[in-house]
């Protein structure tokens, strides 16, 4: 699935407003969450771990970010 132009536009305005590091960060604690909950709801493991390796990457590429942002 992919976004249409519009929620592309909206994702956009997001980071132009709250910063690409700021939106990163969000989705990283979104997968974390999402982990806990598979978990704890439906105690699917293979799941929750995919979610996890998501808020894992997610995180390092915020932290990547907000360094070059240092840099600036």
């Known amino acids: 699935m992919t976004m249409t132009t519009q929620q592309q536009n909206q994702l956009e305005a997001l980071v132009d407003n709250v910063?690409?590091?700021?939106?990163l960060?969000?989705?990283?604690?979104?997968c974390g969450l999402k982990a806990e909950h598979i978990q704890l709801n439906?105690?699917?493991?293979?799941?929750?771990?995919?979610?996890?390796?998501?808020?894992?990457?997610l995180n390092k590429a915020a932290?990547?970010?907000l360094d070059l942002s240092l840099l600036a």
Do not use: M, P, R
């Open 19 to 23: 910063g690409l590091f700021s939106v």
């Open 25 to 30: 960060d969000a989705l990283s604690n979104i």
């Open 42 to 57: 439906w105690q699917d493991a293979g799941l929750a771990k995919e979610w996890e390796h998501a808020e894992s990457t």
């Open 63 to 65: 932290s990547k970010i």
